[in-house]
């Protein structure tokens, strides 16, 4: 079996990614996956740079104008809808072509992302605690459940504050256990 080949081209806006990355699909007769964050979205038009139908000159491109904002979408959402599509396209091509900047989600594709409890009910809970008691006791309890990870972030940062505290209360682990694992 003939190896297959994944180029991801990253790095800000409005440095050539898109013209380069026709440019090696028509090289190597092959399609393209956005990894471009704000391309996704059909209703997002302003300052996404996304490719207009005489840019792509015939080149089929992926996950630009898949979804709705309305929609939730993550990295791992994107990470599991990549690696299924390029299990498809490496079936018909040897090489497929990954370009954008947003970088979260090429990592996400690239190494893996871990899965991490999410729940929307703490979290409501948590920022409704944080509105009404302020930062410090979800300071003092983060330290309790996971002094690590409290030792090393921002605490003054409410939103990571949170989301450490909702991994922890959620999977009855410190959220430092999940920031150390290896991706699979």
């Known amino acids: 079996m003939k190896q297959k080949t994944l180029i991801s081209i990253v790095g800000p806006t409005a440095i050539g990614k898109t013209s380069l990355s026709i440019l090696l699909a028509k090289k190597y007769n092959c399609e393209i996956i956005s990894s471009d964050s704000r391309q996704f979205y059909k209703e997002m038009e302003i300052g996404t740079a996304k490719p207009t139908k005489e840019e792509m000159d015939g080149v089929p491109h992926h996950f630009v ?6 929609e939730k979408y993550s990295a791992g959402d994107f990470e599991k809808n990549v690696l299924s599509k390029l299990e498809e396209l490496f079936e018909k091509n040897d090489t497929v072509i990954m370009v ?5 989600y090429v990592k996400a594709v690239l190494n893996g992302i871990d ?3 999410a729940d929307e009910k703490i979290r409501a809970e948590l920022n409704e605690r944080l509105i009404f ?13 996971d002094e690590e990870h409290f030792n090393r972030m921002d605490i003054r940062n409410p939103q990571r504050l949170i989301r450490a505290l909702e991994v922890c209360l959620a999977s009855g682990e ?11």
């Open 65 to 70: 104008d898949f979804i709705s904002v309305d």
């Open 100 to 104: 954008g900047g947003s970088g979260l």
């Open 115 to 117: 899965e991490v409890p």
């Open 133 to 145: 008691e302020g930062i410090r006791p979800l300071q003092l309890e983060l330290k309790e459940l």
């Open 174 to 184: 410190p959220y430092s256990n999940f920031r150390k694992r290896t991706v699979k």
